[in-house]
Every structure is written in structure tokens, then in C-alpha cells.
């Protein structure tokens, strides 16, 4: 039977044997014309549902996001090592949910587990809020961002704890570029076959995460 996708079949003839309650894929390929010598063939994949009772149900997710921030003087831009006072503060006010990262000009907060987005949200919000908050009371600003578009690396101080120090050892270089931030979002599944069914289906869309990944154009002052 053709494949369909709200009501309408598929371009290209893709097909395949649909049970309800069952998920497929198809698999087609498109013919691509380019100005190389040798036509470009691209994959499709169509994810088709046909609902049943079973297949109604809400999968039982959990949602748990982390955010990397860096700390500037808000005038000028540039970076500032964190003072002793807004780590305590903040480590105070919002417990396991904030801690410091590798770079002294770099925090990090994680939300506690979260039932839906609308609830991760808010948390989020709320720890973005308290960060700018303390970050404030001390003249600097936090910015969420994958890295600062002018920032030397090399005027940059790593935390002094165990951890970051070992890591700076072991890495050495490699570790000490790391002025890098980013966002987590941690989903947790708790069907074992679902889990290893969405792990196969997320294979497919790599490149497309990996390129929405790359979200900073600028490293130290260079497009």
C-alpha cells in the first residue's frame, strides 16, 4: 500500500506493508541534478503511524536540560573571571542545580528532572534568572552562548579543583582551548525497546544535529 502522510500519498512511490499499531520506515532515494559529472542521490525517510489504542498513549519521558554560561562586563564584552562571591551566592540560592565549570569565566546550571517541556522551562527560566540576578550584583553578565566571538583562549584560568586540574594535565592543549559552552537536554525513556528504537531513528538525522550544533560563526575575532 503507498505510504501516506495526512491523507496524501508520498511522492516517488515509496511503499511498504503498514500493521496498526505499527511503525515503518520507507526508504526511497531522489534523484538530484548538480553540475558534477555523477548524479546525487539523497535519502528520504518518512515515519508513518497508523494509531491504535496501544499506539495513543504518551511514551513515559522525562526531560533534564544543563546550560553553560559565560560571564562579561557588560560594557565592554569581554570576559571576566567569576569573583569567590558569586559562586558562593549562587551555590547558596540554587544548590546542585548550579556548580563552576573548567574556565573561571564560565558557570554551569542543570535543571532538576522535569515531567514535560512546559515544567523544563520554567525551571530553566528560573535558574537563568538567579544567575543573571547574582551575576548583576557584581557588574557582570551572563551570555549563553557555544563561544565568545573575540576571547583569547590563552588569557583564560581554569578552575582550581581536583577535577579540572587532572583534566588539564591529561589534556593539556586540547583542554585549555575548551572556552566552549553549550546546552544539554537529557531525555530519559523509560521503555527499553523505545529507547533503542528512537536511538536508531536519531542515527539518521546526525548530520542535521551536528550542523545545528554549530551555532557560533566567530572564534577569536575571525569569521
Not at 565592554?76 to 551566592?89: I, K, Y
Not at 559552552?181 to 536511538?199: C, E, F, P, Q, W
Amino acid at each position: 500500500m503507498p505510504v501516506r502522510w495526512g491523507g496524501r500519498a508520498l511522492p516517488g512511490g515509496a511503499c511498504g506493508t503498514l500493521v496498526p499499531g505499527e511503525r515503518k520506515f520507507s526508504y526511497q532515494e531522489t534523484r538530484v541534478e548538480t553540475r558534477a559529472r555523477f548524479p546525487v542521490f539523497l535519502p528520504q525517510i518518512a515515519i508513518v503511524s497508523i494509531e491504535s489504542p496501544r499506539m495513543r498513549d504518551e511514551p513515559d519521558l522525562t526531560l533534564g536540560i544543563e546550560e553553560e554560561y559565560l560571564l562579561v562586563d557588560p560594557e565592554s564584552g569581554d570576559l571576566v573571571h567569576a569573583p569567590d562571591g558569586v559562586m558562593s551566592e549562587c551555590q547558596a540560592r540554587l544548590g546542585d542545580s548550579f556548580s563552576p565549570e573548567f574556565l573561571r569565566c564560565q558557570v554551569e546550571i542543570g535543571t532538576p528532572v522535569a515531567a514535560n517541556i512546559r515544567e523544563a522551562r520554567q525551571m530553566l527560566a528560573d535558574l537563568r534568572g538567579n544567575v543573571a540576578e547574582i551575576a548583576g550584583k557584581y557588574g557582570l553578565a551572563p551570555i549563553a552562548a557555544s563561544c565568545h566571538p573575540y576571547a583569547d583562549w590563552r588569557e583564560q584560568v581554569h578552575t582550581d579543583k581536583d577535577r579540572y586540574n587532572q583534566l588539564s594535565r591529561d589534556m593539556g592543549g586540547v583542554a585549555r582551548r575548551m572556552l566552549i559552552s553549550g546546552m544539554h537536554v537529557h531525555v530519559g525513556v523509560a521503555n527499553k525497546a523505545l529507547r533503542i528504537d528512537l536511538m536508531n531513528q536519531f542515527s539518521y538525522f546526525l548530520p542535521w544535529l551536528l550542523a545545528l550544533s554549530a551555532s557560533s560563526p566567530f572564534w577569536q575575532g575571525q569569521d
